[in-house]
């Protein structure tokens, strides 16, 4: 994903990530769909009212959740409002830079927000105050550390922290920060299972090096039934067939990130 | 400023049955951090802040290059989700501008940046939760990152903070202490010549509280300096920890 300024090594280090697929090797020694090792710390942060710590590989994201009294929007007056945002630490990789996000962290923030938004897990509806005032579930993923795949580490993580929520105590439209009416109830499941194409070989759980050896990425989150986002990343183009058999792996490997939920 | 309403002290002890002049848990870890040439999570109470080093590497953009020496830069952030009260904005802000500024003025005084001209050394620090004392976790944070990798430093730095409530002195403020004393001062001195490398305070002191505080600050800098030096043996062993230039 991030920005590869160095041609030659770029190039150099795509032909040696070739001569091993050729012979179905990685780098790291995994199979093509196989994850790295996956950890979930659920309830990290106590001051936020949902938060995980996700690691994939070295790969390691914070999630944490806070409420608000917020202006419905005026599209949907009477539901509450659901905001995804992801800070690329500058600690967390040399290719990461301070400043406002960019259009990186943007698509980033944005994919792992509609995996959650289109499954609908969230009952907006129930947070509904009165005329103009709504809750506001605000979800904010830091980047730690930068291995490769961040969206799947930023799914898992996002996804445990709602489903370690509390709903915060409300009176006369206004939180009582400390207090809770009740947990955040999350009946489906759905998780970003991501890919890199180098050449024709596509790789579930890419590597920061397989990354950015890779012409394209692919995102494919599903619930436990269906799809709930894709998003394609990159330059390079994937085939049809591609596509459909990632979906396959997304399914099979999702049961397998659930078992950590 | 003092809230008469919440008693912070009552029979010589604060609100977290500490005594005035403990300090509350501290845990420094090095090398948390895969792709940073040098990390550290430090847990200070209940404040949790992650740093990361990169460098020293090229000065980008060049104008800001000398010749001389290398640059230091250095930014403090907090998560939004950091406090117990509202979300926050995320994105940097008037206080952790300062903040930021502060510590990096703090670790400049040590790192021997005439080593590397030409080249900047980036220190980064994220606060992911708050409790009183953020700075200097994230200033800790960053002394034992820039360890980590291995950077040059005429000495250590250790911070802490020390103030008034409830009338008394006390050392390692809590958050309602923070918010309710009637003194903050959060200070950063070198560990072998006690040079004050960062120094704040608000709120009111006498003249003789504030030399009796940073007299408070020094013994409690001991403290510290051991738990950096642990942190360090942890990861690199005995022999290092010995060789560096930390008490």
């Known amino acids: 994903m991030g920005e590869e300024k160095d041609i030659i090594m770029h190039a150099m280090r795509k032909s040696y990530l070739l001569t091993l697929l050729a012979n179905g090797e990685r780098l790291d020694g995994r199979g093509f769909y196989d994850y790295r090792h996956v950890e979930l710390h659920k309830g990290v942060i106590e001051t936020a009212e949902g938060s995980a710590l996700a690691k994939i590989g070295s790969t390691q994201i914070i999630a944490g959740i806070k409420f608000e009294v917020v202006e419905p929007f005026a599209s949907d007056p009477d539901k509450g409002v659901f905001v995804t945002n992801a800070e690329l630490l500058p600690l967390a990789s040399s290719r990461f830079e301070p400043g406002p996000p960019r259009e990186e962290s943007i698509e980033f923030a944005r994919v792992v927000d509609r995996a959650i938004r289109s499954a609908e897990i969230i009952d907006l509806n129930s947070f509904f105050l009165e005329e103009g005032k709504a809750l506001g579930l605000f979800l ?3 980047v730690l550390d930068y291995g490769g795949n961040m969206v799947d580490a930023a799914g898992l993580a996002a996804l445990a922290a709602l489903k370690s929520t509390k709903i915060p105590k409300v009176e006369n439209a206004q939180i009582v920060r400390g207090e809770y009416s009740g947990v955040l109830k999350i009946e489906k499941h759905p998780l970003p299972v991501s890919f890199a194409k180098i050449e024709h070989y596509v790789l579930a759980d890419p590597t920061i090096e397989e990354e950015s050896a890779s012409d394209a990425g692919l995102t494919i989150a599903t619930t436990e039934e269906h799809i709930a986002a894709i998003q394609k990343f990159g330059t390079g183009g994937f085939k ?7 979906v396959d792996i997304a399914f099979e490997k999702t049961k397998e990130l659930r078992k950590y939920l | 400023m003092e809230n008469k309403e919440i008693e912070l002290i009552v029979n010589g002890k604060r609100l977290d049955g500490r005594g005035l002049h403990d300090l509350r848990p501290i845990k420094i870890k090095v090398g948390v951090l895969e792709d940073a040439d040098g990390s550290a999570s430090v847990e200070w109470g209940g404040n949790k802040v992650v740093a990361g080093v990169y460098g020293p590497r090229e000065c980008i953009p060049r104008h800001m290059e000398n010749p001389y020496k290398a640059i230091v830069k250095c930014q403090y952030m907090m998560s939004t989700f950091c406090s117990l009260e509202e979300h926050g904005r995320m994105g940097p802000n008037r206080r952790s501008v300062e903040i930021s500024k502060v510590i990096r003025q703090a670790l400049e005084n040590v790192i021997m940046v005439e080593l590397f001209p030409k080249s900047q050394i980036e220190v980064y620090a994220i606060v992911l939760q708050a409790d009183g004392g953020t700075r200097i976790s994230a200033l800790t944070a960053a002394v034992a990152a820039l360890m980590d990798a291995g950077i040059p430093l005429r000495d250590t730095v250790i911070g802490v903070s020390v103030g008034k409530a409830g009338d008394k002195l006390i050392a390692d403020l809590g958050k309602m202490e923070d918010n309710f004393g009637q003194s903050d001062v959060p200070i950063a ?7 004050i490398v960062l120094l704040q305070m608000d709120g ?3 003249k ?4 009796k505080i940073i007299d408070l600050a020094f013994r409690k800098g001991e403290d ?10 942890n990861k690199y062993g005995e022999t290092v920890s010995k060789r560096l230039r930390i008490g």
């Not at chain 2, 003789?208 to 030399?211: A, F, K, P, V, Y």
């Not at chain 2, 510290?224 to 043996?233: D, G, P, T």
Request: net charge negative.
């Open chain 1, 140 to 142: 904010d993923l830091y």
């Open chain 1, 240 to 246: 049809k067939d591609d596509v459909l058999n990632s």
């Open chain 2, 189 to 195: 001195f070198t560990n072998r010549d006690k040079d």
């Open chain 2, 204 to 206: 009111l002191l006498t």
């Open chain 2, 208 to 211: 003789d509280e504030l030399s």
């Open chain 2, 224 to 233: 510290i300096n051991q738990l950096q030096r642990k942190a360090i043996e």
